[in-house]
């Protein structure tokens, strides 16, 4: 563990799960935890902290009331914001959401300068941009996931179609974290063996159309909630690869700069984290159809990166 901080901000399904994994997998020494729910985050590092006792794990898990508290972690999670309610509109969301993703991060970067920050807040590509223009933080320390989330959607619907390779699937996706996201059929593997000489065109098309729809399929049967046991395991991947300078390839969302002829704009690509955060953004060779789908992709991203321009940081910066 080597004396690690993680702190998440925001303890609903996704960060409470988060943080029981950290906690009990024993991946960090010390868990911060913080909500503007005061007695939820209190009982979550109770219960949480029962559960590491269970474990034998050594994690010390802390509820955080006052921002000072929330203080020199290596890596911060900010899970924060609001669903989508009924007459809500998309622009009010994204709105809200910036808003209180702004609140967060000026506390978050005044107490915990060294920080790496991952980002799980929707709409994510958006989110991240905001982040990274509100703190002015370097493109490396501020990263979305997404990608791994979107990529193991991918795989469970391969071995749904093969009935065989459960552990052994490599899915890719990039993109931005939305309908529009890019499923690379073609960097898909199942034991190394490319997906389209195990699959039909027919077979490998439904597995996109389902992993573009695979959150929305949750909600629809939840009717009230979002999926969070495959978002905290994603997000746990990257910090342990963080922590442990593991210097893995992850799809996750990043500022492009001139990478896959983009400026200025958030996306997925896959990338290799490792102490500092990102460490390299790898360049897929890829072909003509995927780079309409991805410019498509970051087409929709722009429309909410615009909307936060005109409407939100021209009132607030």
Same mark, same amino acid.
């Given at each position: 563990?080597? /004396?690690?901080?993680?702190?998440?901000?925001?303890?609903?399904?996704?960060?409470?799960?988060?943080?029981?994994?950290?906690?009990?997998?024993?991946?960090?020494?010390?868990?911060?935890?913080?909500?503007?729910?005061?007695?939820?985050?209190?009982?979550?590092?109770?219960?949480?902290?029962?559960?590491?006792?269970?474990?034998?794990?050594?994690?010390?898990? $802390?509820?955080?009331?006052?921002?000072?508290?929330?203080?020199?972690?290596?890596?911060?999670?900010?899970?924060?914001?609001?669903?989508?309610?009924?007459?809500?509109?998309?622009?009010?969301?994204? @709105?809200?959401?910036?808003?209180?993703? *702004?609140?967060?991060?000026?506390?978050?970067?005044?107490?915990? %300068?060294?920080?790496?920050?991952?980002?799980?807040?929707?709409?994510?590509?958006?989110?991240?941009?905001?982040?990274?223009?509100?703190?002015?933080?370097?493109?490396?320390?501020?990263?979305?996931?997404?990608?791994?989330?979107?990529?193991?959607?991918?795989? &469970?619907?391969?071995?749904?179609? @093969?009935?065989?390779? $459960?552990? $052994?699937?490599?899915?890719?996706?990039?993109?931005? &974290?939305?309908?529009?996201?890019? %499923?690379?059929?073609?960097?898909?593997?199942?034991?190394?063996?490319?997906?389209?000489?195990? @699959?039909?065109?027919?077979?490998?098309?439904?597995?996109?159309?389902? *992993?573009?729809?695979?959150?929305?399929?949750?909600?629809?049967?939840?009717? *009230? +909630?979002?999926?969070?046991?495959? %978002?905290?395991?994603?997000? *746990?991947?990257?910090?342990?690869?963080?922590?442990?300078?593991?210097?893995?390839?992850?799809?996750?969302?990043?500022? @492009?700069?001139?990478?896959? +002829?983009?400026?200025?704009?958030?996306?997925?690509? %896959?990338?290799?984290?490792?102490? /500092?955060?990102?460490?390299?953004?790898?360049?897929?060779?890829?072909?003509?159809? $995927?780079?309409?789908?991805?410019?498509?992709?970051?087409?929709?991203?722009?429309?909410?990166?615009?909307?936060?321009?005109?409407?939100?940081?021209?009132?607030?910066?």
């Amino acid at each position: 563990m080597n /004396n690690k901080r993680v702190g998440i901000v925001g303890v609903g399904n996704v960060g409470a799960t988060l943080a029981f994994t950290l906690a009990t997998k024993n991946i960090c020494s010390s868990l911060l935890l913080k909500d503007l729910r005061e007695n939820i985050v209190q009982a979550m590092a109770l219960d949480i902290s029962q559960a590491t006792n269970a474990a034998k794990s050594k994690t010390i898990v $802390q509820s955080c009331i006052k921002d000072e508290e929330f203080k020199d972690c290596d890596i911060v999670v900010i899970t924060a914001g609001i669903a989508r309610k009924p007459g809500m509109s998309r622009d009010d969301l994204l @709105l809200t959401n910036a808003k209180i993703m *702004t609140s967060v991060i000026n506390n978050v970067t005044k107490y915990n %300068p060294n920080a790496v920050i991952i980002i799980v807040s929707n709409p994510l590509d958006a989110m991240v941009y905001t982040a990274l223009k509100v703190s002015n933080w370097p493109r490396n320390k501020i990263i979305g996931m997404a990608g791994i989330l979107d990529s193991a959607r991918m795989a &469970h619907f391969i071995f749904e179609k @093969l009935g065989y390779g $459960q552990g $052994q699937i490599e899915a890719s996706v990039m993109g931005g &974290h939305g309908d529009d996201m890019v %499923p690379l059929a073609d960097f898909s593997t199942v034991a190394g063996v490319n997906l389209s000489e195990v @699959l039909s065109k027919k077979d490998i098309d439904d597995i996109v159309f389902k *992993t573009k729809n695979g959150g929305a399929q949750i909600v629809k049967l939840l009717e *009230t +909630g979002s999926a969070y046991y495959a %978002p905290a395991y994603s997000t *746990t991947l990257m910090i342990e690869a963080i922590l442990n300078n593991k210097r893995e390839v992850y799809p996750c969302a990043v500022r @492009l700069e001139g990478e896959y +002829g983009y400026n200025n704009i958030v996306s997925g690509v %896959p990338v290799m984290l490792g102490s /500092n955060g990102i460490e390299k953004i790898i360049e897929l060779n890829l072909k003509d159809e $995927q780079k309409n789908q991805f410019s498509k992709s970051i087409a929709s991203v722009k429309e909410l990166v615009d909307t936060l321009e005109n409407k939100f940081f021209n009132n607030t910066l």
